[in-house]
């Protein structure tokens, strides 16, 4: 079955710290997408990073990096010097690909950050 | 471009209405989901358009709620009698399906139903 863990319910730090949410995903699929949304206090969700399941490279975007392990079935995202604008609920999904071509999402829970000036 | 739009951004309903909710996916865009989330959820999946017809209604809690996309581009999530367990924030997001390729869904800002 799908599953999205985001066992970090909420996370406080000082500015300029360096933070990682943790993702953890359950699937039987070989074939499967990852990705990481932000969602700021005016609640719209923003697209931060798409993964997919063959491609294991690291990623860096700025202060972002993300690291996907198959392994450990975990995509962990990184925040280096953190910035009170970083300061929103981000979620982990899931998306396989279905032969019926749905590519719903399964979301974690969600890791509320909360950034101090 | 414009992004997902959904209207209205607040909807206040007594137990036992109807309520219609709308999106107006991005221009192009052929796919189109409906998700719910509760308060300190993350959203779940209610349904999936591929153009007009609903490829994959599996999300859709019971009868009372049913989603139309006559025309391939706007949609409305439709749920009847509602109750106040339905209250919770309704997000639209739609993505281009390529042939072989995926792409990551764009959300909405939204609809945030209150059932009194």
């Known amino acids: 079955a799908q599953k999205v863990t985001q066992a970090q319910t909420e996370i406080s730090v000082v500015e300029k710290e360096d933070v990682t949410l943790d993702c953890v995903y359950e699937?039987?699929?070989?074939?499967?997408?990852l990705f990481w949304y932000k969602q700021p206090p005016s609640g719209e969700l923003v697209f931060l990073i798409r993964?997919?399941?063959?491609?294991?490279q690291n990623e860096i975007s700025g202060r972002y990096s993300w690291n996907f392990q198959k392994s450990t079935s975990s995509f962990n995202f990184t925040i280096t010097a953190s910035q009170v604008v970083d300061s929103a609920v981000y979620f982990c999904?899931?998306?396989?690909?279905?032969?019926?071509?749905?590519?719903?999402?399964?979301f974690g829970t969600g890791t509320r950050l909360k950034v101090l000036a | 471009g414009a992004g997902v739009s959904q209207t209205p951004s607040n909807k206040v309903t007594e137990k036992g209405k109807y309520v219609e909710l709308r999106c107006d996916p991005i221009?192009?865009?052929?796919?189109l989901y409906w998700y719910r989330q509760s308060l300190g959820q993350g959203p779940e999946f209610l349904i999936y358009?591929?153009?007009?017809?609903?490829?994959?209604d599996s999300g859709l809690p019971n009868d009372r709620f049913f989603a139309v996309r006559p025309e391939g581009s706007v949609s409305t999530l439709k749920i009847q009698r509602t109750e106040r367990g339905d209250s919770a924030v309704y997000l639209c997001?739609?993505?281009?399906?390529?042939?072989?390729?995926?792409?990551?869904?764009?959300f909405g800002p939204g609809t945030r139903l209150t059932v009194l």
């Open positions: 221009s192009g865009h052929t796919a």
């Open positions: 993964r997919n399941s063959f491609d294991e």
């Open positions: 999904a899931l998306s396989e690909a279905e032969e019926s071509g749905t590519y719903k999402y399964i």
């Open positions: 699937t039987r699929d070989t074939t499967y997408y």
């Open positions: 358009f591929q153009g007009t017809g609903a490829a994959d």
């Open positions: 997001a739609s993505s281009l399906i390529d042939s072989g390729k995926y792409n990551e869904q764009f």
